[in-house]
C-alpha cells in the first residue's frame, strides 16, 4: 500500500508506562513495571519492521501516546522514528506529562524530530488534580509549558477535564484561565468519565454530574471562542493551523496503524487491534507470533453509523448528499417533519448539516436517531 501525504495516513505509538496510573485511566497502561521497558522497545522495533516489509511506511502524522511517552529519552525514541520514512512536513507528536520533562529533554527531543507537544495537565487547581489522581501540581504544569517555549516547540497543547469530584464553577474557570494566560495553539477539554475497572469507578461519590458537566463545556466554547481558538472537533480547540491533524486522521477514517500493547490500526476498512496485556505483548513478539489478537472488517451498516458519527463530531459536519445516501430514508421527511427537537440540535443549510452548541452536548441522540432511519 502506498500513502501520500494528500491521502493521510497516521501512526500511533503506544509507550504503556507512567510514574502512577491516574484514577481515571482505563488504558493499557502500568506504573510498577519500569524493568519491561528495554524489551518493550525492543519489540516496538521489531513489530514495525514486521510492517515495513509489506507496506511503505511513509505518515503524514505521527502520535506517541501512553502511559507517559515523556519517561523515554530522546535516544529511545530516535531508532522507533528511523524506521519510518519521514518528510519535513509530517506531524510528530509526544505526549507528556509536566513533572517528566526538563528544557534539556525538551530540546532534545526537537533535536530528533519532535515538533508537537501535547501536555497532560487536567486541571489548574491542586484539589481537583488530587481528585483525578494526578501526581503533578499547577505550578509544574506552568513550569513545563515554560520549558517547551524555551526549548523552542510552537505547536503546543493542553488537554483538560472537568467535571472531577470537588471542581467547582469557579475552579474550572480558573483552569481555563490559566491555560488561556499560556497561550496553547491547540486544547483538548474532556469531560470526566468513569470506567468500568479504574479506581475511580470504584468510588460512586466521585462520580461526575452530566448537568454540571454540560454547562462546563458552554464555558470553555465561549472562552475559547471569545481568544480567537474555533472548536473542530466536539472536544477539541485550535488556532486556525494548529489543529491535531493526527486526529483528523481519525475522524476522516483515513488509515493508520498502531504499534505497540493495546493499539489499534485502521487500513482500507477493517480495524485490527493488539494484545492488551503487556506480558502477552512481549511473549508474542519473543516467540515471532503474531501481536494482533483480534480483527474485523466493517460491515456496511457499521460503515454508515461511523460516518455519521464521526462526521457530525467535526465543524464541517456532514453533507446532505452523504447523509442521504447513508440513509436513504431520511432524504423524505428532512426538511418537512423531521422531529422538531432537532431544530435546536442540527444547523441544517442547503448542503450540510452540523451540530449546533446543543447539539454538541446532546451529540449521541441526535446520532442515534438520525440512524434510526436506516430500518424504519
Same mark, same amino acid.
Given at each position: ?5 494528500? $491521502? ?69 525514541? &530516535? ?10 512536513? !509530517? ?12 528544557? $534539556? ?10 515538533? =508537537?507537544?501535547?501536555?497532560? !495537565?487536567?486541571?489548574?487547581? &491542586? ?6 489522581? =494526578? ?29 472531577? $469530584? ?25 469531560? %470526566? ?51 491535531? =491533524? ?5 475522524? &476522516? ?28 505483548? %512481549? ?68 448542503? =450540510? !448539516? ?16 438520525? $440512524?434510526?432511519?436506516?430500518? !424504519?
Amino acid at each position: 500500500m502506498n500513502s501520500d501525504i494528500e $491521502s493521510g495516513f497516521g501512526i500511533y505509538i503506544h509507550f504503556p508506562f507512567c510514574l502512577k496510573k491516574c484514577d481515571y485511566c482505563a488504558f493499557s497502561t502500568w506504573d510498577d513495571r519500569f524493568d519491561l521497558v528495554e524489551p518493550y522497545l525492543q519489540a516496538l522495533k521489531l513489530e514495525i519492521t514486521s510492517w515495513s516489509k509489506n507496506m511503505e511506511l511513509a505518515p503524514t502524522s505521527i502520535y506517541f501516546g501512553g502511559g507517559t511517552p515523556s519517561l523515554m529519552e530522546a535516544k529511545q525514541i &530516535s531508532p522507533l522514528l528511523e524506521l519510518f520514512d519521514i518528510d519535513k512536513d !509530517v506531524e510528530i507528536t509526544l505526549e507528556c506529562n509536566p513533572e517528566t520533562v526538563s528544557v $534539556s529533554k525538551l530540546v532534545d527531543f526537537k533535536n530528533i524530530g519532535i515538533n =508537537r507537544l501535547s501536555f497532560g !495537565v487536567q486541571s489548574f487547581s &491542586s484539589h481537583v488534580l488530587a481528585s483525578l489522581g =494526578r501526581i503533578h501540581s499547577a505550578d509544574n504544569a506552568i513550569k513545563a509549558f515554560g520549558f517547551a517555549k524555551e526549548a523552542g516547540f510552537e505547536n503546543i497543547s493542553l488537554d483538560l477535564i472537568y467535571g472531577a $469530584s470537588g471542581e467547582s464553577d469557579q475552579d474550572w474557570l480558573y483552569s481555563l484561565e490559566k491555560c488561556f494566560e499560556l497561550k496553547p495553539t491547540h486544547l483538548s477539554a474532556y469531560a %470526566l468519565t468513569v470506567e468500568p475497572g479504574t479506581a475511580l469507578s470504584k468510588d460512586p461519590l466521585r462520580y461526575p454530574d452530566d448537568d454540571v458537566q454540560a454547562k462546563r463545556y458552554e464555558v470553555i466554547d465561549e472562552l475559547a471562542e471569545k481568544i480567537g481558538m474555533r472548536w473542530y472537533e466536539i472536544s477539541n480547540w485550535a488556532f486556525e493551523g494548529y489543529e491535531s =491533524r493526527h486526529n483528523q486522521i481519525y475522524w &476522516s477514517r483515513k488509515n493508520y496503524l498502531g504499534f505497540g500493547c493495546s493499539a489499534h490500526s485502521y487500513i482500507d476498512g477493517q480495524r485490527r487491534w493488539n494484545f492488551s496485556s503487556l506480558n502477552k505483548y %512481549l511473549e508474542a513478539s519473543l516467540y515471532g507470533r503474531s501481536l494482533c489478537c483480534g480483527k474485523e472488517d466493517l460491515t456496511d451498516k457499521q460503515n454508515r453509523l461511523e460516518v455519521l458519527m464521526l462526521g457530525l463530531r467535526t465543524k464541517d459536519g456532514i453533507s446532505l448528499s452523504d447523509l442521504f445516501k447513508l440513509f436513504p430514508k431520511l432524504e423524505s421527511i428532512f426538511f418537512n417533519s423531521l422531529d422538531a427537537s432537532l431544530t435546536e440540535l442540527l444547523e441544517i443549510t442547503q448542503k =450540510r !448539516v452540523r451540530l449546533t452548541l446543543k447539539g454538541r452536548l446532546l451529540a449521541n441522540e441526535v446520532i442515534n436517531y438520525l $440512524s434510526s432511519f436506516e430500518s !424504519v
